[in-house]
């Protein structure tokens, strides 16, 4: 059973524009919630957290966002700058080893 | 180096041809996973070792799977006669906190298997 979704496997956007990025989960038993980014030819590399008990968490460009009740993350990076073309898997955490979902490339146009 | 260090970076093999994957993680860190990527979805989890003791093994496909991690610090990753569907990215992350429900991982580049 697939306990992540990321439904939108590609995802184009303008410079300077938001980008939004979103993941879906089952397990009601996920307590912490990640962002990894993967350039090619590179391992994914950590972006931006969320633990269960908030609901939004900002870091610069790049904010998180959390609906327990709807089981939905989303990621929202605002102004988007052309070097932000990665792809980016959602992660879950809750007394198992990271969970990740298939990813979305997300294409940043000068 | 400052990073998590995975050799080769590629390896081609013939079916039925054992492999040998090596990764050596970020010095003192106590945590080390092991995760495979198959083309176009997520990085999957194979096994964990905290220090030299591997703790969890459970995401091992087959029995032709095998990881070790003898002195606590580079580790190997077996696979006995290779299949196709072995094909895959195989990635290695340590962290310095222990724990299989660790965060924030730091990954290495992987190395692209690739079983002809």
């Known amino acids: 059973d697939q306990q992540v979704k990321q439904n939108s496997p590609s995802l184009s956007v303008q410079e300077g524009r938001i980008s939004i990025l979103n993941c879906d989960y089952t397990?009601?038993?996920?307590?912490?919630f990640l962002w990894y980014k993967k350039y090619p030819a590179e391992g994914p590399t950590f972006l931006i957290s969320?633990?269960?008990?908030?609901d939004k968490n900002e870091d610069g460009r790049f904010t998180v966002f959390l609906n327990k009740s709807a089981k939905h993350l989303s990621l929202h990076i605002v102004p988007s700058q052309p070097g932000d073309s990665a792809v980016y898997f959602c992660?879950?955490?809750?007394?198992?080893?990271?969970?990740f979902g298939k990813g979305t490339r997300l294409s940043v146009i000068a | 180096g400052a990073g998590v260090s995975q050799s080769p970076r590629y390896k081609v093999a013939k079916r039925g041809q054992d492999v040998a994957l090596r990764c050596d993680p970020i010095?003192?860190?106590?945590?080390l996973f092991w995760y495979q990527q198959a083309l176009g979805q997520g990085p999957e989890f194979l096994t964990y070792?905290?220090?030299?003791?591997?703790?969890?093994k459970s995401g091992l496909p087959s029995d032709r799977f095998f990881a070790e991690r003898p002195e606590g610090s580079v580790s190997t990753l077996k696979i006995q006669r290779t299949q196709q569907e072995d094909s895959a990215v195989y990635l290695c992350a340590s962290s310095l906190v222990a724990g299989m429900e660790n965060e924030k991982l730091f990954f290495g580049s992987g190395t692209q298997l690739s079983v002809l």
């Open positions: 992660a879950f955490s809750g007394n198992t080893p990271l969970v």
């Open positions: 010095s003192g860190h106590v945590s």
């Open positions: 397990n009601s038993m996920f307590d912490y």
């Open positions: 070792f905290q220090n030299e003791a591997q703790l969890d």
């Open positions: 969320i633990s269960s008990i908030k």
